[in-house]
């Protein structure tokens, strides 16, 4: 089974962390991303650059519409992914919950569609 797990974040608080703690979270983040990267479940990841960077596109009664910015604003932003190849979601979970920004984000993990099974 294959999972997206989602993580979010609250840009505005990361701005303000003292570079103390910003270098400590980031030593957290590189651990956790090679312990899980060598897992051999990772089939992509990345992490996103800030939502001020976005765009969104919507089409609506066949008139299309670029804006700056992310879809919604949220209290939480969308800041990274893991795509994972897992046996079961407690394994993805498992995953999650050593997620270092669980302290101050959250983490949703999503089952993707397998293409044959969404395409017959």
Do not use: C
């Not at 897992?39 to 066949?62: F, K, Y």
């Not at 046996?87 to 270092?100: E, I, S």
């Not at 669980?102 to 397998?114: A, C, H, K, N």
Request: charged share 25%; hydrophobic share 40%.
């Amino acid at each position: 089974m294959r999972y997206l797990m989602l993580i979010y974040g609250v840009e505005a608080q990361l701005a303000k962390m003292p570079p103390k703690d910003m270098g400590a979270l980031l030593g957290e983040w590189n651990a956790f991303n090679e312990e899980i990267l060598a897992s051999g479940i990772v089939e992509s990841s990345s992490r996103l650059r800030p939502t001020a960077t976005a765009s969104t596109v919507r089409t609506r009664d066949g008139k299309t519409t670029i804006t700056d910015g992310p879809f919604a604003e949220t209290k939480e932003q969308l800041g990274g992914f893991y795509v994972l190849r897992v046996a079961h979601l407690d394994d993805a979970l498992a995953w999650a919950k050593r997620v270092p920004s669980t302290r101050y984000g959250s983490v949703e993990l999503r089952p993707l569609w397998e293409r044959e099974d969404y395409m017959k």
